[in-house]
């Protein structure tokens, strides 16, 4: 999941790109929001410092080749409104999953959906993905919607599959692999 520069896509009414140290102030806004990271598996961020090591996080995904993480924003404005990507890839077996949130004042208009369609086909069409995974929370029922919409299909529960903020958590497993689109 290397890329030598990172890739930029497009989309109708969104660019997606990297996710530099001079956002993190972008990325505090939004990951400060206890809605925006009620599933997310992390505690609200309370300083710069948080954001600079989420943005630490994507990097070492990227250079460990386990996945990448382009930031989102408007075409008009370049201000990162959310992030979408892959995490915990496992190139042998051209699988990875999925992760991505919001900032709520961009919640319900389809742009984490016109998002996430645009990196799952990045991700099948460039770096040699035939299954995608999205794990999600039961409760969390806009993040189901979105990943249905787009395609994916919910196989089961894995049950007390992570321990998050002092709590083992339920998770839906979801997939979209390369031959459904």
Same mark, same amino acid.
């Given at each position: 999941?290397?890329?030598?520069?990172?890739?930029?896509?497009?989309?109708?009414?969104?660019?997606?790109?990297?996710?530099?140290?001079? /956002?993190?102030?972008?990325?505090?806004?939004?990951?400060?929001?206890?809605?925006?990271?009620?599933?997310?598996?992390?505690?609200?961020?309370?300083?710069? !410092? !948080?954001?600079? /090591?989420?943005?630490?996080?994507?990097?070492?995904? @990227? $250079?460990? @080749?386990? =996945?990448?993480?382009?930031?989102?924003?408007?075409?008009?404005? !370049?201000?990162?409104?959310?992030?979408? #990507?892959?995490?915990? #890839?496992?190139?042998?077996?051209?699988?990875?999953?999925? =992760?991505?949130?919001?900032?709520?004042?961009?919640? =319900?208009?389809?742009?984490?959906?016109?998002?996430?369609?645009?990196?799952?086909? %990045? =991700?099948?069409?460039?770096?040699?993905?035939?299954?995608?995974?999205?794990?999600?929370?039961?409760?969390?029922?806009?993040?189901?919607?979105?990943?249905?919409?787009? #395609?994916?299909?919910?196989?089961?529960?894995?049950?007390?599959?992570? %321990?998050?903020? #002092?709590?083992?958590? $339920?998770?839906?497993?979801?997939?979209?692999?390369? @031959? !459904?689109?």
């Amino acid at each position: 999941m290397s890329a030598e520069h990172f890739p930029i896509i497009e989309t109708p009414r969104l660019r997606l790109r990297k996710i530099t140290a001079e /956002d993190a102030n972008s990325i505090l806004v939004y990951l400060s929001d206890e809605d925006v990271m009620k599933y997310y598996g992390l505690l609200p961020f309370t300083s710069v !410092d !948080d954001a600079l /090591d989420e943005i630490a996080w994507y990097q070492s995904i @990227q $250079d460990q @080749q386990t =996945g990448m993480r382009w930031g989102i924003t408007l075409k008009e404005e !370049d201000i990162i409104i959310g992030s979408c #990507g892959f995490h915990n #890839g496992v190139p042998k077996h051209f699988r990875t999953e999925i =992760g991505f949130e919001l900032s709520k004042a961009y919640w =319900g208009k389809g742009i984490a959906a016109e998002a996430i369609k645009a990196v799952v086909n %990045y =991700g099948f069409d460039h770096l040699n993905i035939n299954r995608i995974e999205a794990l999600i929370e039961p409760a969390n029922q806009p993040s189901q919607k979105v990943v249905e919409k787009i #395609g994916f299909i919910k196989e089961g529960l894995l049950r007390n599959y992570e %321990y998050t903020n #002092g709590k083992f958590d $339920d998770l839906y497993i979801y997939s979209l692999l390369k @031959q !459904d689109i």
